[in-house]
């Protein structure tokens, strides 16, 4: 009798995800789930292809963590992945999951290989988190290049760019059996295949709307679209409602308002993005991210990033030094400037000789190559104790750097001690769409500290996705006389003569 009972239970569970999360699953204080509307809707949708376009703070990491779990327990032999832009978020997304399973004893023995990033059930079903790439933005560089995947979840996909999108959509077509993909994020730039998406869904649920029954739509679009936006401002910006009331009050979200800025409250909070010319570093952005303290000394034993922009006719040349805090952020408090006119064999000897000196932890630093080409960039040391970046500018190329900077700035990830150019620079930056519904991004009156920003952090997701290159110890860096006809600076003298040596005998 125990037996039917328990078989009937798993039935309905198996036929009714919401049954499921609400029945085997408890939340922090040990009490069985109670779902919110939105979220039960998304869970029976059975569209293959469905968009999560919610507000901050309305479910929708738990939402897709009951998706994921439902489809692993009653879908034997599937591969399913999570990707987020970065290591660091899909981290954080691994530690939810396992905190969930942790809580359901029921689970937790069904997992025979159980480890944070990388999970495998009994049922031959596996589950992985990844990253969408390398930040150098290379495709062959991408975790997942070689990946069959069934089931794909891409959290905060409004920040993955064109050649990440490249990389991942393949992964799941070719597949045995139906592919499934769900795209979940908050707006940014009315460009991009998640705004191209949601802008063509085939149909749009709300629970709020129409008792939550889908309304078609007439494009030939093929997302599912659930869409639920907590709240929306007046004339005067005035927080009017607040459709989670009972968690997220109105005087609450005010605080949050007054702490993010009114423009990304607006994107991340009512659901607007940004118009079609825009400030991608807004006012209340810079404000925001210029919070790092001024150092004392120019110079860290911490864990360093780099980006030098190399000023080319007019410019000067900008190098702007990030290093990472205790709780895994990062700093970027460190600026050095060289006037029109500066020698680049000073520029060079500095990069080579006197940064690794004053930052021993020094990690991984990009180096802009447009412009100045491979006679100048081949001046720097690349077979040093880090890694080095050669970054060529492209319309392309400046939309993700952009974009990726942004998200870190938005997210603190990193932020900046206050330097009056830089900012002006940021100010100055503007988002435009082409006709042809292109993006493209043009400067105020100079973009070489921001340049040189941008180049910091490639770095420090270049380090972060793929760590710090291990050095040959055989493999001596002595360039002699170099492109400009100089001596380079050649930190293994002592390494040279112990191999000679070793020669003669």
């Known amino acids: 009798m125990l037996n039917n009972k328990v078989a009937k239970i798993l039935i309905r569970a198996k036929n009714d995800p919401v049954f499921f999360a609400e029945h085997f699953f408890k939340n922090v204080k040990m009490e069985n789930y109670k779902l919110e509307d939105h979220q039960k809707l998304f869970l029976r949708d059975k569209n293959p292809y469905k968009i999560l376009f919610c507000s901050r703070r309305s479910g929708k990491t738990l939402v897709m963590i009951l998706d994921i779990l439902h ?13 987020a832009p970065t290591l660091e978020q899909s981290k ?12 359901s004893e029921g689970l937790r023995s069904s997992f025979i290989v159980d480890n944070k990033l990388d999970k495998q059930l009994s049922n031959g079903t596996r589950i992985a988190f990844k990253t969408a790439g390398a930040a150098s933005g290379k495709k062959e560089d991408s975790n997942l290049v070689g990946s069959g995947i069934n089931t794909l979840y891409i959290d905060e996909a409004q920040s993955m760019d064109a050649d990440a999108m490249a990389t991942i959509m393949p992964v799941v077509t070719g597949q045995i059996g139906q592919a499934e993909i769900v795209l979940a994020g908050t707006p940014r730039a009315r460009t991009g295949f998640f705004f191209e ?8 649920s709300e629970c709020y709307v129409n008792k939550g029954i889908p309304k078609r739509c007439p494009t030939d679009g093929k997302y599912s679209l659930h869409r639920f936006k907590v709240t929306d401002l007046d004339e005067d910006d005035k927080v009017i409602y607040s459709k989670a009331e009972y968690r997220l009050s109105i ?16 994107r991340e909070y009512c659901l ?16 925001l991210a210029f919070t790092a303290p001024l150092p004392q000394t120019f ?3 911490q864990p360093a990033c780099a980006g030098i922009d190399f000023g080319k006719k007019r410019n000067i ?27 680049y064999t000073d520029i060079l000897h500095y990069v080579n000789n006197v940064l690794p000196k004053a930052f021993p932890g020094l990690k991984c630093i990009a180096i802009d190559q447009t412009g100045v080409g491979n006679v100048l960039t081949e001046g720097v040391n690349h077979n040093s104790f880090y890694n080095v970046l050669d970054v060529i500018f492209s319309q392309p190329s400046k939309v993700s750097m952009v974009e990726g900077l942004v998200s870190s700035m938005e997210n603190q990830f990193i932020t900046f001690a206050p330097d009056k150019l830089l900012q002006k620079e940021m100010a100055q930056y503007s988002r435009e769409t082409t006709e042809n519904d292109r993006v493209i991004y043009t400067k105020g009156e100079s973009d070489d500290c921001l340049d040189s920003a941008m180049l910091c952090n490639v770095a420090i997701n270049d380090y972060i996705q793929n760590g710090q290159r291990r050095r040959n110890p055989l493999k001596m860096f002595s360039l ?26």
């Open 251 to 266: 005087e609450e979200l005010e605080t949050i308002k007054s702490t993010i800025g009114v423009e990304k409250f607006r």
């Open 197 to 204: 998406n949601i802008l063509n869904a085939k149909q749009i």
């Open 272 to 287: 607007e993005f940004l118009d079609s010319i825009s400030m991608p570093f807004y006012s209340d952005l810079i404000d």
């Open 299 to 301: 110079s860290s034993f």
């Open 71 to 83: 489809k692993a327990f009653f879908r034997p032999n599937q591969q399913i992945a999570l990707i």
């Open 317 to 343: 040349s900008s190098l702007t030094i990030a290093t990472q805090t205790p709780q895994l952020t990062w700093e970027a408090k460190y600026y050095k400037r060289w006037h029109l006119g500066t020698k």
């Open 92 to 103: 954080t997304f691994a530690n939810v999951f396992n905190d969930m399973i942790l809580r």
């Open 480 to 505: 002699g006389q170099n492109a400009l006809g100089n001596k380079s600076y050649d930190n293994t003298k002592s390494r040279n003569r112990y191999t000679k040596k070793r020669k003669r005998r």
